[in-house]
């Protein structure tokens, strides 16, 4: 099946989102497998960072060098301060900090030029490559994150995989909750055929809120706390090959963690 452009326009059948496969995608048919034996969902929605691709370190080292660069060599950035920071961009970053007006303008110049080059040196977790390849081929497939949309869609082609993704929801379209139901809308899909694979606690809020699926990635930023004690989540995944396998054969593989 030929595989539909990260970036195409979404055109919504009339079919009920309740039974009817996914919608007509650029003219081609892109709907899934949908024996229940092969795939659950029609739509896997990832959060990036964390699930897809190896961020914690780049953003941690453009943050310290950032500080670095303003004076506050002894503020370390640490993988809590980017749970709670909204958006993955200079301004958002700057917000986790407290820094004076000048710094902060300084600071956010900084992480947005290196951010635009560091893109191309973001690496996906070994196996998400190959599943979001597997996956797109059965079902659509988006992105919800607090990345920015040209950092996402740099780091997938240099990834080699520029369009296993269909539908790519960054900072500027609102909070992630917004954004997953904005996605099934567009399909008209509905939330029971869908899952949010995400790596934080709040991640599983937002699929709770959104209504659909979670499955936490315990490979991700705050992967042993899932692993430990997995909140709202139908679904625990231990390594991107387990999730693939799951996600691909869910009636046939067994979970990691039995919830």
Request: net charge neutral; aromatic share 6%; charged share 15%.
């Amino acid at each position: 099946m030929p595989t539909p452009d990260t970036h195409s326009t979404l055109s919504v059948g009339a079919q009920s989102p309740r039974s009817a496969p996914p919608p007509v995608l650029d003219g081609l048919t892109a709907a899934p497998n949908t024996s229940p034996r092969r795939s659950a969902f029609y739509l896997y929605i990832f959060n990036f960072d964390g699930v897809l691709a190896n961020t914690a370190r780049l953003y941690l080292d453009v943050c310290h060098h950032a500080l670095v660069a303003c004076g506050h060599d002894r503020q370390v950035p640490s993988v809590e301060d980017l749970v709670r920071c909204e958006r993955f961009d200079g301004a958002g970053l700057a917000d986790t900090f407290a820094l004076s007006d000048a710094n902060r303008r300084f600071f956010i110049k900084h992480v947005d030029g290196a951010l635009a080059r560091a893109a191309l040196a973001c690496d996906l977790f070994p196996g998400i490559a190959l599943a979001l390849r597997t996956l797109s081929s059965t079902a659509y497939t988006a992105v919800v994150s607090r990345s920015t949309p040209e950092f996402i869609a740099t780091a997938l082609r240099a990834n080699g995989v520029p369009h296993a993704v269909n539908r790519t929801l960054g900072i500027d379209c609102g909070n992630p909750v917004d954004c997953i139901r904005q996605v099934l809308s567009e399909l008209q899909i509905a939330p029971a055929r869908a899952v949010y694979c995400g790596d934080c606690v709040h991640d599983l809020h937002v699929a709770r809120l959104a209504g659909v699926n979670a499955a936490a990635c315990a490979w991700g930023w705050q992967g042993s706390l899932l692993q430990a004690s997995p909140p709202q989540a139908q679904l625990v995944f231990n390594r991107p090959a387990h999730m693939l396998t799951s996600l691909a054969s869910p009636h046939q593989v067994q979970p990691d963690i039995v919830l």
